[in-house]
């Protein structure tokens, strides 16, 4: 079955150091990788995505990377900032060719940024 | 143009009492989802719509039933609530569109079962 992990589970980085979070997946048909923050009490904000033609998207101080042969993909947060504390999901599907399609969500990682 | 809307925000039920809770979205999208989020386990689909008049199960679906009279708007109901499902539940939709798309999610309804 489609199953999505997520480490670490919570993590702690000082000011301006950089954070990154891992995510595997086991359904090799997968093509879609969104990531998603959560700030607490709130609803999940797509930050940023990439589909498995690529191997790496930037936008501004995030970018993830994605490794299809190895089945895991990665988010990447450069000169963290206090405000990027949240929980981060990430996510992938498998498009169906456009008749349905089904998010499977890794567990979370708490991100704490320390000023 | 509010995007994904859910209520209630909050709701407190006791066990065996039943309840709806209702998401609109006015993005005319037509795929709609329900999850729900427990600590520690991200988001768990329940239930979801490809268009008005279907639903189809989720990962979780068992205790909910779900209908989609409207395109606008997806219902998820609880006949007898129980204490494990006490959760956060989300509902998302999504322009339906060749290849992947984004979702977007509602507010959230926090739901304390007794």
């Known amino acids: 079955g489609e199953n999505v992990e997520q480490h670490p589970s919570t993590l702690s980085v000082q000011e301006g150091d950089s954070a990154v979070i891992k995510c595997t997946y086991s359904?090799?048909?997968?093509?879609?990788f969104p990531w998603y923050k959560q700030e607490l009490g709130k609803r999940p904000q797509l930050i940023i995505d990439?589909?498995?033609?690529?191997g790496e998207k930037k936008d501004q101080r995030i970018a993830v990377t994605l490794n299809k042969t190895a089945k895991h993909f990665s988010l990447h947060i450069t000169e963290t900032q206090p405000e990027d504390s949240a929980v981060y999901f990430c996510?992938?599907?498998?498009?169906?060719?456009?008749?349905?399609?089904?998010?499977?969500f890794g567990t979370g990682t708490l991100l704490a940024v320390q000023p | 143009n509010a995007g994904v809307t859910q209520t209630p925000k909050f709701r407190v039920l006791k066990t065996g009492q039943s309840m709806t809770l209702l998401c609109a979205q006015d993005?005319?999208?037509?795929?709609m989802y329900w999850y729900r989020q427990d600590p520690g386990m991200g988001l768990r689909l329940i239930h979801y719509?490809?268009?008005?008049?279907?639903?189809a199960k989720g990962e979780v679906p068992d205790g909910y039933n779900v209908s989609r009279l409207k395109k606008q708007n997806f219902l998820l109901g609880l006949e007898s609530a129980a204490p494990s499902q006490t959760s956060v539940y989300f509902c998302?939709?999504?322009?339906?569109?060749?290849?992947?798309?984004?979702?977007?999610f509602g507010p959230g309804t926090r739901l304390t079962v007794l």
């Open positions: 990439i589909r498995s033609n690529v």
């Open positions: 998302a939709s999504r322009l339906q569109g060749k290849g992947p798309d984004t979702q977007y």
């Open positions: 996510a992938a599907i498998f498009d169906y060719g456009g008749a349905t399609n089904k998010l499977i």
């Open positions: 993005m005319n999208h037509e795929y």
């Open positions: 359904d090799s048909a997968s093509n879609y």
């Open positions: 719509s490809v268009g008005e008049g279907t639903t």
